[in-house]
């Protein structure tokens, strides 16, 4: 019942940005984030937002480089990133937990129930 909807991906020059958005519908989110997928490699964590205290987290590989955030009223998650290098050429997923977890649990390793389709990010040298 929970539908996720990425937007914002594209192709861009290293030392570029890009905002992603992640629309949602359904259900107020408890935990949401931003996961990336490049060929051969496994699915990674790259943010993840609490909504019940605003906690974050980022993956080493991004931090101070992206930002995740949420406006409430519109029900939208974003991924701003900055400072792009050809290693955060992904594709890129939203994923989204209604559970009742705490903020710690959500940040570090919650399971996401509901996932978008992803937006592809390509980053040139």
């Known amino acids: 019942q929970v539908e996720l909807v990425e937007s914002g991906g594209g192709s861009v020059q290293a030392g570029g940005s890009l905002r992603l958005s992640c629309a949602a519908s359904?259900?107020?989110?408890?935990?949401v984030g931003w996961f990336r997928q490049a060929p051969g490699k496994e699915r990674e964590r790259v943010a993840t937002?609490?909504?019940?205290?605003?906690?974050?987290s980022y993956a080493d590989s991004v931090k101070g480089r992206f930002t995740i955030s949420q406006d409430n009223a519109k029900g939208t998650v974003y991924l701003q990133m900055n400072s792009l290098k050809p290693e955060d050429t992904a594709m890129y997923y939203c994923?989204?937990?209604?559970?009742?977890?705490?903020?710690?649990?959500?940040?570090?390793?919650?399971?996401?129930?509901?996932w978008g389709q992803g937006t592809q990010v390509t980053v040139s040298s």
């Open positions: 937002y609490y909504t019940g205290g605003g906690g974050t």
């Open positions: 359904g259900y107020t989110y408890t935990c």
């Open positions: 994923g989204a937990s209604t559970s009742a977890i705490t903020g710690h649990y959500c940040v570090t390793s919650a399971p996401m129930t509901y």
